[in-house]
């Protein structure tokens, strides 16, 4: 299935790409090769990936959408090293990851916060530098940066129970972002959060990628969270996930409530709804 917009939208919106998975002479930061993916249940096996391959260029905003169960979160996990592939290969920076993942080179941000309640904000990003050799001090001091670069300077020494659900979030990408991370990976973090919150969250995540240049891998099942912020689209089929489909999105930012994007999110829910899959679109 190929999604085709109309001639307007094609040319100021998004161009398609055909489902091959890699060709971009830039460097990636992450390439999937022929993925594939199973877990054990009931006695034997479920599949959940399928020969899926992708590239994601240095510095590039993708979005991984799909229905649930289609394997968005364990591409994730496979980026980061915390699950190996049964098929085919993940690199990162150039390299295999083979359970052998730089984590000072990523950050992860995960669905629910996972902050800790007895750690202030402050303590709760300098947890990711903890593992390392890096002195008190300027540990210390690199969190306070992070938690003033997401509007949080103030609250350094509140706890979790204190801060807003927005709040939260916001701690936790300053988290993930202490480590100065050359990739960013992100598994649908905003969905619990209120629409508003979650909007004033996709405008602080753009505005960090303009500032630290990063390549952001995020997870989602919301079409219109994907057509905002994503500079690419990969579209996941239902479980088994095979990539389904592949586009460029091209317009300026800011793009919530555009006329342009609202036709995309359109097309693209009309897409879902011919896959006959289990999303909420």
Do not use: C
């Amino acid at each position: 299935m190929t999604i085709t917009p109309a001639p307007d939208v094609l040319t100021a919106a998004a161009r398609h790409h055909p489902v091959s998975g890699s060709g971009s002479p830039h460097p990636h930061a992450v390439s999937f090769r022929h993925v594939s993916k199973r877990f054990p249940r009931d006695g034997g096996t479920f599949e959940v990936l399928r020969d899926v391959s992708f590239d994601v260029p240095a510095g590039e905003v993708l979005a991984v959408l799909g229905p649930s169960g289609s394997g968005k979160s364990t591409l994730l996990n496979m980026a980061a090293g915390l699950i190996a592939p049964d098929g085919g290969q993940v690199m990162v920076l150039g390299h295999p990851t083979d359970g052998n993942v730089d984590w000072s080179r990523l950050g992860y941000m995960f669905q629910d916060d996972r902050l800790l309640p007895w750690r202030t904000a402050l303590d709760n990003v300098t947890l990711a530098l903890e593992t390392g050799r890096t002195p008190k001090a300027e540990r210390r001091e690199r969190a306070q940066s992070r938690l003033a670069l997401v509007g949080l300077a103030e609250f350094a020494r509140s706890f979790p129970h204190q801060l807003s659900g927005g709040m939260r979030s916001r701690v936790a990408l300053a988290r993930s972002l202490v480590t100065e991370p050359d990739i960013l990976l992100m598994d649908e973090p905003f969905s619990r959060l209120d629409a508003q919150t979650r909007t004033t969250m996709h405008e602080e995540l753009l505005r960090i990628h303009d500032e630290r240049a990063m390549s952001i891998v995020f997870v989602t099942h919301d079409v219109e969270e994907a057509v905002i912020l994503a500079d690419r689209i990969v579209m996941l089929s239902p479980r088994p996930g095979r990539l389904h489909t592949e586009l460029e999105v091209t317009l300026p930012h800011p793009r919530l409530g555009t006329k342009e994007a609202l036709e995309l999110v359109g097309e693209l829910r009309a897409a879902i709804a011919g896959m006959n899959a289990d999303w909420v679109i």
